[in-house]
């Protein structure tokens, strides 16, 4: 996952999981469902707010959001 120093903040962004436009690096993921080829939408998420889980027995990665 590539990060990057700072959000583009242009169009009113706000970071989907703390809803702040604050700055901070960022990581882009991917949208479900928008694959088109090999491109696909993705959203700016600020990176301190990625709080991932790995269920290794099943091999699934989840976000904690609370």
Not at 7 to 28: A, H, M, Q, R
Not at 41 to 46: D, G, K, L, W
Request: hydrophobic residues 35%; glycine residues 10%; contains cysteine.
């Amino acid at each position: 996952m590539r990060v990057f120093k700072e959000p583009n903040l242009s169009n009113g962004w706000k970071c989907p999981i703390c809803g702040t436009d604050k700055e901070g690096e960022i990581v882009l993921v991917g949208v479900i469902y928008t694959e088109d080829g090999n491109n696909m939408e993705a959203e700016q998420i600020h990176l301190s707010c990625i709080n991932l889980l790995y269920d290794k027995p099943s091999g699934v990665l989840y976000q904690r959001v609370v």
